[in-house]
């Protein structure tokens, strides 16, 4: 039974951690007059959907392993970012890029200060396991 847990525990993560990343995906590389239209400031969208993936990431991995996550999630940003560029209406922006890093930072220092926390909620709300 305890191992059956901690799959659904970890299973919840992954599938968290999916339909984080498909969403940065597709938001990032929609034609601007498709689907969702973000009214506030997109550049705090930028800063949101990376800390919520950066930290996302730790919470999967082991601590040693988080700087790691950091970058792959900027490398993602990166990647998406230049790919806006061969997107009609769509246009590549340093500022953008700036506020993904800012956003992968400001996950990675919430995950440094408030990662035991993070766990306690989860495990107090069971969605993660005792260990």
């Known amino acids: 039974p305890i191992e059956k847990e901690k799959n659904y525990v970890m299973n919840w993560i992954r599938t968290s951690l999916i339909l984080v990343v498909i969403s940065i995906i ?18 705090l969208g930028h800063l949101f959907a ?3 993936l ?3 990431c730790g919470l999967l991995i ?7 996550a950091a970058v792959a999630a900027f490398t993602l940003s990166a990647i998406l970012e230049y790919a806006q560029g061969f997107v009609p ?15 992968v ?9 408030l990662h035991p926390k993070i766990v306690a ?4 709300l069971r969605l993660m396991r005792k260990d």
């Open 89 to 103: 209406g769509r246009t590549v922006e340093w500022a953008d890029l700036l506020a993904n890093a800012l956003g």
């Open 62 to 68: 082991k601590k040693s392993n988080w700087l790691y």
């Open 50 to 52: 990376y800390t919520v």
């Open 105 to 113: 930072l400001l996950g990675w220092t919430i995950l440094k200060v």
């Open 54 to 56: 950066t930290v996302n």
């Open 26 to 43: 597709y938001l990032s590389l929609k034609t601007p007059s498709e689907g969702i239209q973000i009214r506030w400031n997109d550049k």
């Open 121 to 124: 909620l989860l495990q107090q």
